[in-house]
C-alpha cells in the first residue's frame, strides 16, 4: 500500500510486535517438533498461530492511530500470543503482560492504509 510495508513495519512498536511473533513461532515450531501435543492439540495450535499471524494486527500499532483502537487491537493481539503459548504448553513471557502500543494520533485516516510520509 502506498509504495511500501509502513502500514505493518517500520516503527519500533510494529517491530516490537513482529519480534513477539517470531519468538511465538520458534516456541510453536520446537513444541511441534518434540512430539508432545497429539492430533487435537496440534490442530489447535495451528489455528491459534494462523490468528497470531494476521497481519491485519500490525496496523494498528504506532503512534498515528488514536489511543482507544491501538489498545483494543493491541491487547487483543498479546492475549491471543498468551493463549497460543497456553496451547503449546509453555509460559508466556512476561512482556506479553505489558502493552506494546499506546497509540495517540489523530490521522485523518486512522484505522485505514497508513500514507507514506515525504
Known sequence: MYGSF????GSA???????????AKQAFDET??????DDEQQQAAVQQLAIC?????????????????????????????????????KTAPVHLDVPLSHGGG???NAGTMRRNVE
Open 13 to 23: 512498536d510494529k517491530n516490537r510486535g513482529w519480534d513477539y511473533l517470531v519468538a
Open 53 to 89: 499471524e494476521g497481519s491485519d494486527w500490525f496496523w494498528w500499532f504506532g503512534d498515528y492511530n488514536p489511543a482507544t483502537s491501538v489498545s483494543d487491537f493491541e491487547r487483543l493481539f498479546r492475549e491471543q500470543l498468551r493463549h497460543l503459548y497456553q496451547l503449546l504448553g
Open 32 to 37: 511441534m517438533l518434540s512430539g508432545n501435543l
Open 6 to 9: 509502513s502500514t505493518w513495519i
Open 106 to 108: 489523530f490521522a485523518e
